[in-house]
């Protein structure tokens, strides 16, 4: 890995935003290798470098990203001197610390993806990558083909010509129509400046999709995290995430959950080591196949008990002595008389001599 900013790695971290970690780094609150660092732009190599923020070692978080779908009425910022709600208080069960990409107005809701991922989030809002953001908006009037004509063309936002959008028409409704439109840049309040030039002022705007990735499935206010296929899309298509192989997105799921770990045989019996629960058998099962559970086979590791036990394997290079060797397994006596008692006389028969014999298949 490659030397990076110390404020990204802070930033990376979830201590603070970019602006944020500046403010820690010239307040000599972060240590670098034991030493204080006060100098801003100092770069090091966050796999290498021991960081510490108040005596404590900072560790980088797992790469998200996440799906918000964003309700109407909440800001997209982490927070918000008004005290208005914000995006933040959807996200904090995401684990970590993540932020928009990109913004939707305050009274626009829809797809708003959310990461902790420096270089992706820029990537897909470098005006270069032409990403596209679909929307559906309600606008009025707009019955002639010319007016929607003019939704396609440039306008002028900040002084600098915006690229003309894909429009589409939807349906009518009475007096108002529904369009679905296209932009492939991120200018401020861009659909509704479209429709204040045109004179059709949009009524009602949704974020449907951005960079391919929809909100299907996801009320407002609700949140996931992007699937892998996604990820790989999105990898072959912008370049981002650098890593899909990293960015897991069950990883905070794996953190936060205890993991059952297999147990390994070299270390079975040793002070410490993971006990197996004993196998569940069904007693009814077992009679129904004709065995009780006297009789009934262990399967699986059951079938290897250790090594000096009776009928037990022996491993490799241990002898086994001449009695042992030459010990006759138990024949299973019949299932009558496993179910009668041991101590029970046996019934007098032909082999016994106490009965007469008589040939196989006669009758008395």
């Not at 899909?244 to 080591?273: H, W």
């Not at 009558?336 to 006389?345: C, I, K, L, Y």
Request: glycine share 10%.
């Amino acid at each position: 890995m490659s030397e990076e900013r110390l404020q990204k790695v802070l930033a990376r971290a979830g201590v603070a935003s970019r602006r944020g970690a500046e403010a820690l780094i010239a307040s000599g609150r972060v240590k670098v290798d034991g030493r204080v660092v006060s100098e801003l732009g100092i770069k090091v190599d966050p796999r290498r470098a021991r960081i510490d923020l108040d005596g404590r070692r900072l560790v980088a978080e797992p790469l998200v990203y996440v799906m918000l779908h964003k309700p109407r009425g909440v800001m997209c910022t982490l927070s918000d001197p008004e005290g208005r709600p914000t995006v933040a208080e959807l996200l904090k069960d995401v684990g970590v610390r993540v932020v928009p990409v990109g913004r939707l107005d305050f009274h626009t809701s829809g797809a708003l993806l959310c990461t902790n991922d420096g270089e992706f989030a820029g990537k897909l809002l470098h005006p270069r990558g032409g990403v596209p953001k679909e929307y559906v908006a309600k606008v009025r009037g707009l019955r002639r083909r010319r007016a929607l004509e003019r939704w396609r063309e440039s306008i002028e936002i900040e002084g600098r010509a915006t690229r003309p959008a894909e429009v589409n028409l939807l349906r009518h409704e009475g007096d108002k129509s529904w369009l679905a439109i296209v932009l492939r840049e991120g200018k401020n309040r861009q659909v509704r400046r479209l429709g204040e030039a045109t004179g059709f002022g949009v009524l009602r705007l949704a974020r449907v999709a951005h960079a391919g990735v929809t909100t299907e499935g996801l009320r407002p206010g609700q949140w996931r995290h992007l699937s892998r296929d996604e990820l790989v899309d999105l990898k072959k298509a912008y370049g981002v995430p650098r890593s899909v192989r990293g960015a897991d997105p069950d990883a905070l799921a794996r953190r936060s959950k205890p993991v059952l770990r297999t147990v390994n045989r070299a270390s079975a019996g040793k002070p410490g080591a993971p006990r197996r629960p004993a196998p569940v058998r069904d007693e009814k099962s077992l009679r129904s196949a004709g065995r009780s559970e006297a009789s009934a086979r262990p399967t699986g590791r059951e079938a290897f008990p250790p090594a000096g036990a009776q009928g037990a394997p022996f491993k490799r290079g241990q002898t086994a002595t001449r009695e042992e060797r030459t010990r006759k397994p138990e024949r299973r006596s019949s299932r009558a008389a496993e179910s009668a008692p041991r101590d029970a006389p046996r019934k007098a028969s032909s082999r016994d001599g106490r009965g007469p014999s008589r040939p196989r298949g006669t009758s008395r």
